[in-house]
């Protein structure tokens, strides 16, 4: 029996397999592919405080071995998801992880209290990376200060498992990641979309409506591995890591560069069973290599 | 409907042009088909090509139950759909199956004069929507717009379910000009399904709305996923920003801010 358990500061995973917000609905919408209860945990949609309508269309394009998208974090707000999504997903046997996003520091607060007021929700991710919206997002991911500002005021308004979502975006990752550990976060989590863009060159148009996206699947994947190998070597608390993982010898990259746990994105578009295909792999694996506990592989190229 | 993940094997590539291509497919377990309603779509797996990436999402045209075949109808527009065009018997194609929500089908008791309008490879969905329409006991008469005669699409087997009327662009068959110019839509329609290129069923709508005939447009907006996951298919309603993939690819023009 190899242990698959993960803990990421207070929060117990079943085993170190989650899904990407926005790549996953609410997870109801793999209910007729998967068993839910069998992820580690899956994070939710981003989340506003207000209802928000996103980017105009187009807001995706194929690109080389991943799409770039730029939807704008649509979403019907946090109250919504209390009311109307929370009490559906609740009864799953998995960790439900809140991503939330904020065009001002007070929004993020206040999506936090209301969470930390109205439900059980154990974790939250703080995305201060998204690419595609104008106010907020990557403005505050970007800088350690922005950073530093928004895990500070979440750290307070949120008592459970604060997971502080970064930017690709920057100069050095590692920078921005050691600025939320030392505002409080219990983790980070590794890389949001990396910024691109597409041209249609017979309309000579950009293909998105925001002319600029951000870039996922396994295009970044390298990208991910190296800032998540950099990222965890430089701070004390978990990494979670993401960008581009296919399977389960993907995720893997990702947990022996140092990874304690890892999300599965848009993988989920072209297999939405492709996460319980890699949680099954990562057990095979750790029976192969004689491994009795997942723990033991974290960052093990280091060793 | 429960959403499967499925291999089909192909039994039958008919090349209609070399722009299009009619996939006959068959569950390779040996399944029976999955239940299925007209206007739903399925999401294929491009497998053997160097830059695709996502699934592509194509209308079912046809499910045949006696021989348990579902049919593709197939336009070549890149290379994801060009592996598809050149897909040899025997070959297994992953698909992801039913999606959407398909047209709405009249009332019991009703019959609604029921003109059903495609352009180009938007004839696919109206095949197995007349089929279904004539065994509810619906005459459907079509309305069929291509460039020219040599894009014209499956029409014995449209005129196998009712009349056929026949637009094109060069006069090449039928009447020269858009459908909405055809005089068949001059006649007066309670029900109108319309499935092709954005302008065309954008025209059609207008004329729709000017005869008071109800009417329901299928839409084939860019989509990842197809399951209402990614959030990138949307289309503006008079709800907000909502997905073609699930909420979705029909709609009724009353839903639309056409």
């Known amino acids: 029996m190899v242990n698959l358990n993960v803990k990421i500061g207070s929060l117990e995973l079943k085993n170190p397999v989650l899904t990407a917000s926005g790549t996953f609905g609410y997870g109801t919408e793999f209910s007729d592919f998967i068993d839910l209860g069998r992820l580690g945990g899956y994070i939710v949609k981003g989340t506003t405080l207000e209802p928000r309508q996103g980017n105009d269309y187009p807001r995706m394009v194929e690109t ?68 595609n919206v104008k106010q907020g997002g990557m403005a505050f991911g970007t800088t350690c200060a922005g950073a530093a500002q928004v895990t500070k005021a979440v750290r307070k308004a949120f008592p459970g498992t604060v997971i502080v979502k970064l930017s690709p975006n920057v100069t050095d990752i590692t920078e921005i990641a ?29 293909y998105l409506s925001t002319i600029t996206g951000g870039l996922s699947g396994p ?81 093990a190229i280091n060793r | 409907m429960k959403k499967e993940i499925v291999d089909f094997r192909v039994i039958e590539n008919c090349a209609l042009s070399p722009l299009y291509s009619l996939l006959k497919l068959t569950p390779a377990d040996g399944h029976e088909l999955p239940e299925v309603k007209p206007g739903q779509f399925v999401q294929v797996e491009i497998d053997g090509s160097k830059h695709t990436f996502l699934r592509r999402p194509i209308s079912i045209c046809r499910v045949d139950r006696q021989t348990n075949l579902l049919w593709l109808l197939v336009r070549l527009a890149g290379e994801g759909t060009a592996v598809l065009l050149a897909a040899g018997e025997g070959r297994i194609i992953n698909m992801i199956l039913p999606l959407g929500n398909g047209f709405s089908m009249p009332e019991a008791g009703e019959n609604p004069k029921t003109l059903l309008i495609g352009g180009g490879v938007g004839v696919a969905p109206l095949l197995q929507l007349g089929i279904e329409l004539k065994n509810a006991g619906i005459t459907p008469e079509f309305l069929i717009g291509a460039r020219s005669e040599a894009d014209l699409l499956m029409i014995e087997e449209f005129r196998k379910l009712g009349d056929v009327n026949i637009s094109t662009d060069d006069g090449s068959a ?56 990614c959030l990138c298919c949307v289309e503006k309603t008079v709800k907000g920003n909502v997905c073609v993939c699930t909420e979705g690819p029909v709609f009724n023009i009353k839903e639309l801010t056409w």
């Open chain 2, 174 to 229: 039928g009447e020269k000009g858009v459908v909405t110019l055809h005089s068949a839509l001059s006649r007066g329609w309670d029900r109108i399904y319309c499935c092709g290129p954005a302008p065309m069923m954008k025209a059609v709508a207008r004329v729709a709305k000017e005869i008071g005939a109800d009417c329901e447009v299928s839409l084939e907006n860019m989509m990842a996923c197809g399951l209402g996951a």
């Open chain 1, 178 to 206: 050691r600025a939320v550990e030392a505002e409080g976060a219990d983790a980070v989590s590794l890389i949001n979309t990396l910024m691109g863009m597409a041209i249609d060159v017979e309309r000579q148009r950009p």
């Open chain 1, 64 to 131: 080389p071995s991943g799409m770039l998208n730029a939807v704008g974090l649509q979403n019907k707000g946090v109250d919504y998801f209390i009311d109307h999504i929370y009490p559906e997903i609740r009864h799953i046997d998995s960790k439900p992880i809140v991503n939330v996003s904020g065009a001002k520091v007070e929004d993020y607060v206040a999506v936090c209290e209301r969470l930390a007021d109205r439900t059980d929700i154990e974790a939250i991710e703080v995305n201060i990376s998204c690419p």
């Open chain 1, 219 to 299: 295009a970044v994947r390298p990208v991910a591995v190296r800032m998540v190998w950099q990222t965890a070597k430089a701070v004390s608390i978990p990494v979670v890591g993401l960008g581009g993982i296919m399977n389960g010898r993907d995720a893997l990259e990702f947990i022996l560069a140092g990874a304690t746990a890892i999300e599965v994105g848009t993988a989920n578009f072209i297999d939405p069973a492709c996460t319980v295909k890699i949680i099954d792999y990562i057990n095979e694996y750790c029976r192969r290599h004689s491994v009795s506990d997942i723990n033991e592989l974290i960052g």
